[in-house]
């Protein structure tokens, strides 16, 4: 069973708001509801892929589990991070930040940041993670992070990247 993260997490610049039962149902309601409910605006440029998409929202694929990543200081929301379990001890990581506030370091210190609780409350052994080479961005997030490239493609034009704790 995937680790549910039932806390708000920390970094220095932002709140990643795990996305519950509460939040997923208060953003089905629509945008105003999630505001409500979190506390923060979600801008018009974030799709909310992670939370607007109803066939992926966390109370119908429990598997699954999403943080939005929530800027203190803007009090908005710039994008999410996803993480599930995908083998023992083995864990898959994903992320988006909107376009403003890309190339200032919020998608390593989000990922950076689940790495962490993954590793330390969950005891994660592997952490992977799949990326279009032409993804110039995130293959700088994956290194700063520590991921090295494993070289296995998982659907033909993009490769995994693996970092291992144990």
Do not use: K
């Amino acid at each position: 069973m995937s680790p549910r993260l039932d806390h708000a997490l920390h970094t220095r610049r932002l709140r990643l708001e795990p996305v519950t039962p509460g939040v997923a149902a208060a953003a089905a309601m629509g945008r105003a509801a999630l505001e409500a409910r979190i506390g923060a605006l979600a801008p018009s440029d974030w799709r909310g892929a992670y939370v607007f998409d109803r066939q992926r929202v966390a109370v119908d694929e429990p598997s699954v589990r999403y943080a939005l990543l929530i800027h203190e200081r803007d009090r908005c929301v710039i994008g999410e991070v996803r993480f599930d379990r995908v083998g023992p001890g083995v864990y898959e990581l994903g992320y988006g930040v909107i376009p403003a506030y890309r190339r200032q370091g919020y998608a390593v210190e989000a990922a950076g940041r689940i790495v962490r609780w993954l590793d330390e409350e969950v005891g994660a052994e592997t952490i992977v993670a799949g990326c279009r080479m032409d993804n110039v961005a995130s293959v700088r997030t994956l290194r700063r992070l520590g991921f090295t490239l494993d070289g296995s493609t998982p659907n033909g034009n993009a490769f995994w990247w693996v970092l291992e704790r144990a």
